[in-house]
T-cell receptor, first 115, second 112 residues
Framework: GENVEQHPSTLSVQEGDSAVIKCTYS??????FPWYKQELGKGPQLIID?????GEKKDQRIAVTLNKTAKHFSLHITETQPEDSAVYFC??????????????FGKGTKLSVKP | EAQVTQNPRYLITVTGKKLTVTCSQN?????MSWYRQDPGLGLRQIYY???????DKGDVPEGYKVSRKEKRNFPLILESPSPNQTSLYFC???????????FGPGTRLTVT
């Protein structure tokens, strides 16, 4: 089945710097790649997603890039702010036999933005 | 307000004592799912439901049961909890299978 690897597990940046989190997936049939942000004491919340027919998607300070050939996708946060501090999860969903599979999550990245 | 609610939020119990964690959504979503979150392991799916009376196993179903008798509710049942089921549990729902999932606030379960 699908396997999603996420790096790094922890990331500390200075306020205003950029942060990049990378994920790789194992099955080339995967075609949906969301990113979730989990703040302390809360459930994960979708922040951006990308489908395999698109190489890049941007929403204000957040962008996601997808390289289907290399089977990896990345989350880019520019001009980081203290409120960006959270745990970020990538995920992938595989299409097999004509049916869309469930989301497989990476292990998460704890991002700390220092003022 | 559109939301997913879980109860209880915190639970400490003993090995073998049956328990149920409730999950309810008010968005008329067809798809619902249960995950457990453990340090260093991320989110792992326990069970999911595509619609009323349709449930299926996720990646870590052992020791858990679910039911989907109504569209809005998707309870998670631990018939005989064990310490290795100590975890943070999340319920989620979505209008379709591969679109944004809305997560509940989580239930922290400790089994002693």
């Amino acid at each position: 089945g699908e396997n999603v690897e996420q790096h790094p597990s922890t990331l500390s940046v200075q306020e205003g710097d950029s942060a990049v989190i990378k994920c790789t997936y194992s099955d080339s049939a995967s075609n949906y790649f969301p990113w979730y942000k989990q703040e302390l004491g809360k459930g994960p919340q979708l922040i951006i997603d990308i489908r395999s027919n698109v190489g890049e998607k941007k929403d204000q300070r957040i962008a996601v890039t997808l390289n289907k050939t290399a089977k990896h996708f990345s989350l880019h946060i520019t001009e980081t702010q203290p409120e960006d501090s959270a745990v970020y999860f990538c995920a992938a969903s595989m299409n097999y036999g004509g049916s869309q599979g469930n989301l497989i999550f990476g292990k998460g990245t704890k991002l700390s933005v220092k003022p | 307000e559109a939301q997913v609610t879980q109860n209880p939020r915190y639970l400490i119990t003993v090995t073998g004592k049956k328990l149920t964690v409730t999950c309810s959504q008010n968005m008329n979503h067809e798809y619902m799912s249960w995950y457990r979150q453990d340090p260093g392991l991320g989110l792992r799916q326990i069970y999911y439901s595509m619609n009323v009376e349709v449930t299926d196993k996720g990646d870590v179903p052992e020791g858990y049961k679910v039911s989907r008798k109504e569209k809005r509710n998707f309870p998670l049942i631990l018939e005989s909890p064990s310490p290795n089921q100590t975890s943070l549990y999340f319920c989620a729902s979505s209008p379709g299978h591969v679109v944004e999932q809305y997560f509940g606030p989580g239930t922290r379960l400790t089994v002693t």
